[in-house]
């Protein structure tokens, strides 16, 4: 029995040895298969992105959950915001950070349209296309003591005055102006005649709605979900194709005899002037960010679609995202 003990007691710490050795060959790589890489990439630098629109707002929100995954993976990183024009502002300073792989920016559909809009110096041809990230749709409002009920209500209206019916939304070009336009057109109105308060975030749009300056708003999902939770706001439509999971009561405008729709996308870029490796790198540490429970869990609460696109795919995607914002523009005459 005694002899057994001695060979147990000689047996366990060489066995505990090896269970630690397994458990540091299998755990080690774990750390991040990435972020070892993208490391090397930042050189000990931490990485920044840059938000281009006042805080609250998709890009914001897009560039803080991105802050959140990516801490799971290369540690903390900083957000900034850099507001204006449709994010051409952020854009015009973003250009500055040739070669330059600690600098991302947040970007997406509003940014291709004012780019357009605003007749900018600069577009995302001059930056290097990463990824897309997710899809978000557009919800119509209204005041809760608003008179109109419905968008049949809605769309009388827009057929009888259309300049009488003030749209508030986002950046002159974006997403919501090109939405206000397609429903103008929809409804036999002259799109080039609309009535659109552009603002640079979320809390100013919705400002101007309830202090009665504008008639309706458009706004992203995620933007204006916790106002009609609350009640201050009521939806009317949906851009959708299908209803939305978090709008189940809320009919798309094709249901209401509408016959448009639209969605947004978000991305996030580099640089122009980075070296093809810190490209690919950079874009698995943007992969495997969209891997991490952090970001699955911020797709499910703000109500994104996953969008994932990158490498050259997501290049040519942004190549005809241009050329169809610029027509688009065009035929409802907003370019």
Request: proline share 4%; no cysteine; hydrophobic share 45%.
């Amino acid at each position: 029995m005694e002899h057994a003990r001695r060979r147990a007691r000689q047996w366990l710490p060489a066995a505990v040895a090896v269970l630690a050795t397994v458990a540091i060959v299998v755990t080690a790589p774990d750390e991040s298969h990435a972020g070892s890489t993208a490391r090397d990439v930042l050189d000990d630098q931490q990485l920044r992105i840059m938000a281009p629109a006042s805080p609250g707002g998709g890009w914001d929100q897009t560039s803080r959950e991105m802050q959140a995954g990516l801490r799971e993976l290369i540690g903390r990183t900083e957000v900034y915001n850099v507001s204006g024009a449709g994010g051409t502002i952020g854009l015009s300073q973003f250009v500055r950070f040739d070669g330059d792989p600690t600098q991302l920016m947040a970007t997406g559909l509003i940014m291709v349209g004012a780019v357009v809009a605003n007749n900018a110096e600069h577009s995302l041809n001059d930056t290097t296309p990463l990824a897309r990230l997710t899809t978000d749709y557009q919800v119509i409002v209204v005041p809760a003591d608003s008179e109109l009920t419905d968008m049949a209500g809605l769309s009388e209206a827009m057929r009888t005055d259309l300049p009488a019916v003030s749209i508030a939304g986002g950046s002159a070009g974006g997403a919501e102006h090109i939405l206000a336009g397609l429903m103008a057109k929809a409804v036999g109105a002259d799109p080039a005649r609309v009535s659109y308060v552009a603002h640079s975030g979320g809390g100013e749009m919705l400002s101007t709605l309830l202090s009665g300056r504008s008639t309706i708003a458009i706004s992203g999902l995620s933007e204006i979900l916790p106002q009609i939770e609350a009640g201050s706001v009521r939806a009317l439509a949906v851009s959708s194709p299908d209803r939305l999971d978090a709008l189940p009561d809320v009919p798309t405008l094709r249901e209401t005899g509408m016959d448009v729709e639209l969605q947004n996308w978000r991305g996030v870029v580099a640089p122009a002037g980075i070296s093809d490796e810190q490209e690919r790198v950079l874009e698995e540490l943007i992969l495997d960010m969209t891997e991490t429970e952090s970001w699955r869990n911020a797709l499910e609460a703000r109500g994104w679609g996953d969008a994932t696109l990158a490498g050259e795919e997501f290049e040519d995607f942004v190549r005809s995202e241009q050329d169809r914002v610029a027509q688009v523009l065009a035929e409802i005459g907003l370019g």
